[in-house]
């Protein structure tokens, strides 16, 4: 078991950058892939980012360039530093974990349902 708690959500102006923290506890993190999926009111969960075990990354073309995904094994937490925000980055974000040690695919490893542990989730607002 892996336990997940997201911060760093908040309102914003477009155009402003945001960092959010993931803080995993329980099973080894540097054992987990890590994922930032994000939910905006009447639509599904979508990917943002993901940070495996070895540090590749992937992002969808909505964020790449404006995203970065980041860990840090000592302190068993992952980072998503949001740059350029937009009005349509507004959602709730949640971070996500899954064992590593089932190997996936680049296309899987930004699948919603490949991820077993989540986080309740921050609400991030990006203001016009």
């Known amino acids: 078991q892996v336990q997940l708690v997201e911060s760093g959500g908040g309102l914003v102006q477009a155009g402003d950058s945001l960092r959010l923290s993931c803080a995993a506890s329980?099973?080894?993190?540097?054992?987990?892939?890590m994922g930032w999926f994000r939910q905006a009111p009447g639509k599904e969960r979508e990917f943002v980012a993901a940070i495996t075990r070895i540090m590749a990354t992937y992002f969808p073309n909505s964020v790449k360039g404006r995203f970065t995904i980041s860990r840090d094994n000592r302190k068993n937490s992952v980072y998503l530093q949001m740059n350029s925000l937009k009005p349509e980055d507004t959602a709730v974000y949640f971070c996500?974990?899954?064992?590593?040690?089932?190997?996936?695919?680049?296309?899987?490893?930004?699948?919603?349902?490949?991820?077993?542990?989540w986080g309740q989730g921050t609400q991030v607002t990006v203001s016009s």
């Open positions: 329980g099973r080894t993190f540097s054992e987990f892939d």
């Open positions: 996500a974990a899954r064992d590593s040690s089932v190997m996936i695919s680049p296309t899987g490893v930004r699948a919603e349902k490949e991820y077993g542990y």
